[in-house]
């Protein structure tokens, strides 16, 4: 739904790749805040910390054609839920609280429950909060380890590349009515 920070503007500083990965896990799993991690990736870098802050807020642009399609077309036929990676600091800059549990009926942060995907036990909490099973959920996510580890958790999982990606195999799964073919 986003564009990830760790793949975009990480990418300017390879030389420091393990580094800023593991800052990133640790934010991941809820053990720094998004304070802390800003001062500290800028410290790895050298690039002052609002400049981080500033190019962190451009790299996080929510696929708003996305979000339609979750909010017109899928909400009202299904259960929608989101797991992610990104805390909770970090997902306001994309809904306030009302505007995410209006379009999801469980959010499920990493840094939250101090489980990151593609860890199996992520995909079974998210399962149990919205009180199906976990073969009867499809996960949708741009990254295949992602994708896996639903899928060990006995999932479904489907690897999005674009929007029309998406709505060709929901269309191709059945997920989304004949007549919107």
């Given at each position: 739904m986003y564009v990830d920070v760790s793949h975009a503007y990480f990418s300017r500083f390879p030389e420091h790749h393990e580094a800023l990965y593991?800052?990133?896990?640790?934010a991941d799993h809820g053990f720094i805040d998004r304070t802390t991690y800003t001062q500290a990736v800028a410290k790895i870098t050298?690039?002052?910390?609002?400049?981080t802050a500033?190019?962190?807020?451009?790299?996080?642009?929510?696929?708003?054609?996305?979000?339609?399609?979750?909010?017109?077309t899928l909400k009202s036929r299904y259960k929608i839920g989101l797991i992610s990676n990104i805390g909770r600091g970090w997902i306001q800059d994309f809904f306030d609280e009302h505007q995410l549990h209006d379009l999801f009926e469980v959010v499920v942060m990493s840094s939250e429950e101090g489980i990151t995907k593609p860890n199996p036990l992520i995909f079974e909490r998210a399962a149990d909060r919205m009180s199906v099973s976990p073969d009867e959920c499809l996960f949708i996510d741009d990254i295949q380890a992602n994708c896996?580890?639903?899928?060990?958790?006995?999932?479904?999982?489907?690897?999005?590349?674009?929007n029309d990606q998406l709505r060709e195999a929901l269309k191709n799964?059945?997920?989304?009515?004949?007549?919107?073919?």
């Amino acid at each position: 739904m986003y564009v990830d920070v760790s793949h975009a503007y990480f990418s300017r500083f390879p030389e420091h790749h393990e580094a800023l990965y593991d800052l990133n896990k640790q934010a991941d799993h809820g053990f720094i805040d998004r304070t802390t991690y800003t001062q500290a990736v800028a410290k790895i870098t050298g690039v002052s910390e609002e400049e981080t802050a500033r190019a962190f807020s451009r790299e996080h642009v929510i696929n708003q054609p996305l979000i339609d399609f979750i909010r017109g077309t899928l909400k009202s036929r299904y259960k929608i839920g989101l797991i992610s990676n990104i805390g909770r600091g970090w997902i306001q800059d994309f809904f306030d609280e009302h505007q995410l549990h209006d379009l999801f009926e469980v959010v499920v942060m990493s840094s939250e429950e101090g489980i990151t995907k593609p860890n199996p036990l992520i995909f079974e909490r998210a399962a149990d909060r919205m009180s199906v099973s976990p073969d009867e959920c499809l996960f949708i996510d741009d990254i295949q380890a992602n994708c896996d580890g639903a899928k060990q958790a006995g999932m479904q999982a489907l690897l999005f590349t674009t929007n029309d990606q998406l709505r060709e195999a929901l269309k191709n799964t059945m997920l989304v009515k004949e007549e919107e073919k």
